[in-house]
């Protein structure tokens, strides 16, 4: 099980950088500039349930919006975990490594 989570993680990262990186999109419209959207995942799940709500999000980054809220959340279980958190700062060049 875990060996199928690592590949679907994979895919899902080659589909983000493909996806936003190159001439395809993983999202529909336009969205804001990605590097306003710089933070540390912990930072902004201050219930510590490694999950980050709609509601943490907002409040973390007023000016967001539900559809970026929604690209983020590659699952559609209305939370950004950690791993799409990292696939997005990836594909975006965010991440500090």
Do not use: I
């Amino acid at each position: 099980m875990q060996r199928a989570a690592r590949w679907f993680m994979a895919l899902l990262g080659l589909t983000l950088m493909l996806g936003c990186g190159g001439g395809m999109r993983h999202h529909p419209g336009e969205l804001p500039d990605p590097g306003s959207y710089k933070a540390r995942f912990p930072d902004m799940d201050t219930n510590g349930d490694r999950l980050v709500q709609w509601d943490e999000f907002k409040a973390y980054f007023p000016e967001t919006t539900p559809e970026v809220f929604a690209a983020l959340d590659m699952n559609q279980d209305r939370a950004v975990d950690p791993d799409e958190w990292r696939a997005f700062e990836e594909a975006h060049g965010l991440r500090d490594n």
